[in-house]
């Protein structure tokens, strides 16, 4: 994959970017886990999760131990945690609310209707500890709708998860 991604035959994101570009192979949960042990915070101004939309979701990624490191991760308090939820089977939006309740993380949920072309149905979760950055009523109407409360479950742990509390219906 990293091979194909860096080949510039088929894409050329990656030698385009002006930015330092660091792929790192492997699971990103346990990659920042590791960079944390070694004092190596990221203070990301976004943090992009995006592995949701197959059948089979990698649930370790939305559990509260996950948010946890992925918050460490984060500049603070302005980082924005953007999840990418679309999901044919499964409405992911109460387990992402879920842990930003737990976590007090001011939540926005963005729905984008595609154009039946080449643009797709997306949703998006955007979490920020940083009230200034979701919290105002401009940013709400540019994007997205703030979620005032999802029904509500038990929250995901790496001991507890429960697909069929969140099936599409």
Known sequence: MIRIA?????????????????????????????????NEHQNFDVLVIDAFSGDSIPVHLLTQEAFEIYLRQL???SGILA?????TYLDLRPVVFG????F?????????????????????MLLSLDNKILGSDVTANVLGEQIPHFRVIRPWTDDYSNLFQILNR
Request: hydrophobic fraction near 40%; charged fraction near 30%.
């Open 6 to 38: 860096g080949d510039r035959k088929y894409f050329t994101f990656l030698s385009d970017c002006p930015a330092n570009v660091e792929v790192i192979p492997g699971d990103a949960r346990l990659s920042m886990e590791r960079e944390l042990e070694r």
């Open 75 to 77: 500049k603070k308090p």
């Open 83 to 87: 999840i990418h939820i679309t999901n």
């Open 99 to 102: 842990a930003a309740k737990h």
């Open 104 to 124: 007090g993380l001011k939540t926005v949920w963005v729905h984008s209707v595609g154009d039946g072309r080449a643009a797709k149905v997306a949703d998006w």
